[in-house]
């Protein structure tokens, strides 16, 4: 029997917040009941409405007071940087040179790479998180082993192996047609494999030559439907050294724009120091500027005007992500925390049911792939993050005082880390509870 059937206090959003009083953006169910089957969502509503459908011996899982959502989605990470995180620099650049590409070097060795996968997948879990967005590292092993242990759990994952042919260590250097055909390789051995998604990941403009640029674009025409991922405008040095690679843009958007690398499907990690024409020409393309907010704080990157960005007239898609090792915690809790207090510094309100949102529809949506996660709505994934408000003694403390749904989200995303993360279910699996102890 895979049927089972859950008992919570069901929460999904319909479409994005416009205030924190917009009830209607959101779904709730006080005594909700789920019923999954073969880890998709078969019903959602009213327990004793979805028990009345369900097989008599449905096995039952009761989670009341807890709240359960979709799962969260994070954005942008990187899989090699378990052991990178926490690493004292002054900037981005001094941290990629000094501890990211060493690091990163020791990926050419797949017995590292497996390892670090299996840690890697589970803190995902741990956190709640149960679709992510991952770079892994330049040699092909590393997309391998991350590949392969997405399809193990049966997550959906969307990675690439990282393109860069300049600009680094040598033991991370691939060159524009290995970069190109070893892309093609991972297309071919994992895409469409499981629940994976391959991205075209050409590292930064920093790290690509012309030529490389030329072959990530020849990649994105063939792939039209395939992600494509990097990073831009994060740092001031950055942008400057960027610009000077490339005379012949306008500026640093223009750069990936000119090989065809800006698009529906581009997750353009940070976009923090954008000028308005950039914002325009993301705009206009629909690309997605991902707000990774430890991470910018941690190396000083600057504050992401994220509602600024989502409040223009032509507005910017946006997303939400750890960035882990730049970033420095796996929780998306975490993560609209200290989006929240940049929000705070700009003199914007980012209210809780935005951060929620964001977390799971919203991410979905960034990735096109709202058609399969990011609700409870039946036919979708039974992907699913059970969230515990009193996870902690001072988190239980306050909330004998909290009286709303948005207050208690609040509590969560301001106190609330993995110890809040009751259960993660992927694919209508416990998958926290069942995690091996190490
Ligand atoms: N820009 C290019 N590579 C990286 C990376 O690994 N982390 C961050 N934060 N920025 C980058
Ligand atoms: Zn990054």
């Given amino acids: 029997m895979t049927m089972i059937l859950l008992r919570g206090r069901l929460l999904s959003f319909r479409h994005t917040p416009h205030g924190i009083d917009d009830t209607g953006s959101y779904y709730f169910e006080a005594d909700g009941g789920l019923l999954i089957d073969k880890g998709v969502i078969q019903a959602a509503g009213d327990y004793a409405t979805v028990k009345a459908g369900a097989p008599d011996d449905v096995a039952e899982i009761h989670h009341r007071p807890h709240l359960i959502m979709p799962g969260f989605i994070d954005t942008h990470l990187h899989f090699p940087q378990m052991q990178v995180i926490g690493s004292y620099a002054a900037n981005l650049l001094e941290w990629l040179n000094t501890y990211t590409f060493p690091e990163e070097c020791r990926f050419v060795e797949s017995a590292h790479a497996d390892r670090i996968a299996g840690h890697f997948y589970d803190e995902l879990i741990r956190h709640g998180t149960t679709t992510a967005v991952a770079y892994c590292s330049v040699h092909k092993a590393s997309a391998d082993a991350y590949f392969a242990e997405a399809l193990r759990r049966g997550m959906c994952m969307v990675g690439g192996k990282v393109m860069m042919d300049r600009n680094a260590p040598q033991g991370l250097l691939d060159t524009p047609q290995t970069s190109y055909d070893e892309t093609r390789q991972v297309i071919a051995d994992w895409h469409g494999k499981g629940r994976n998604h391959v991205a075209i990941t ?30 831009l405008s994060e740092n001031h040095d950055e942008i400057r050294y960027t610009c000077e690679l490339y005379p012949e843009a306008i500026d640093y958007t223009d750069i ?21 024409r ?41 997303a939400v992500a750890t960035d882990i090792g730049g970033g420095s915690s796996y929780s998306m809790l975490r993560t609209m925390d200290e989006a929240y207090k940049i929000q705070q510094l700009l003199g914007e309100r980012l209210n809780p049911l935005e951060s929620f949102h964001l977390m799971t529809r919203g991410n979905a949506e960034a990735l096109s792939l709202s058609q399969r996660l990011g609700t409870l709505e039946p036919g979708k994934d039974a992907d699913l993050v059970v969230l515990n408000a009193a996870a902690t003694p001072a988190m239980a403390l306050k909330m004998e005082v909290v009286k709303a749904l948005t207050e208690e989200l609040f509590l969560l995303q301001t106190m609330g880390d993995d110890r809040a993360i009751a259960e993660t279910y992927v694919a209508g699996r416990p998958a926290k509870s069942t995690l091996r102890q190490s």
């Fill in 202 to 231: 050409p590292r930064f403009a920093i790290t690509s030559t012309p030529a490389q640029m030329e072959a990530a674009g020849a990649l994105a025409s063939e792939f039209p439907d395939l992600h494509i991922q990097t990073h």
């Fill in 256 to 276: 990936y724009a000119r090989y065809g690398l800006l698009g529906r499907k581009t997750l353009f990690g940070h976009c923090i120091h954008l000028s308005d």
């Fill in 278 to 318: 950039e914002a325009d020409a993301m705009s206009e393309a629909e690309a997605v500027a991902v707000h990774c907010p430890t991470s910018n704080l941690f190396l000083g990157s600057g504050l992401f005007p994220l509602k600024k960005m989502r409040a223009r007239e032509n507005a910017v898609r946006v």
